[in-house]
């Protein structure tokens, strides 16, 4: 008897369930539809020449190492390939 009440009672405790899914979610939109709008970031300035210079820098030691690393990846990879 048991499992037959489990078996008549399960599509609608799943249909309960995906019932309060979809109420949940459009609860969520219209709560993100009216709410308000983030304002957006200025523009990133940099102050001062030595900044950008100092900036400018660590940009090019960064590429050196990245270059550098590529390089010796893939030599390390030809020579177990080999």
């Known amino acids: 008897m048991f499992m037959v009440l489990c078996i008549v009672a399960t599509p609608f405790v799943f249909t309960a369930w995906v ?3 979809v109420l949940d979610h459009r609860a969520q939109i219209a709560a993100l539809r009216h709410a308000p709008q983030q304002q957006a ?7 001062s020449p030595e900044v950008e210079q100092r900036l400018a820098n660590l940009e090019a030691i960064v590429a050196s190492l990245d270059f550098d690393l590529a390089v010796k990846v893939r030599e390390a990879g030809r020579t177990q390939a080999a």
């Open 19 to 21: 019932v309060q899914r």
């Open 41 to 47: 970031l200025p523009a990133y300035t940099i102050a």
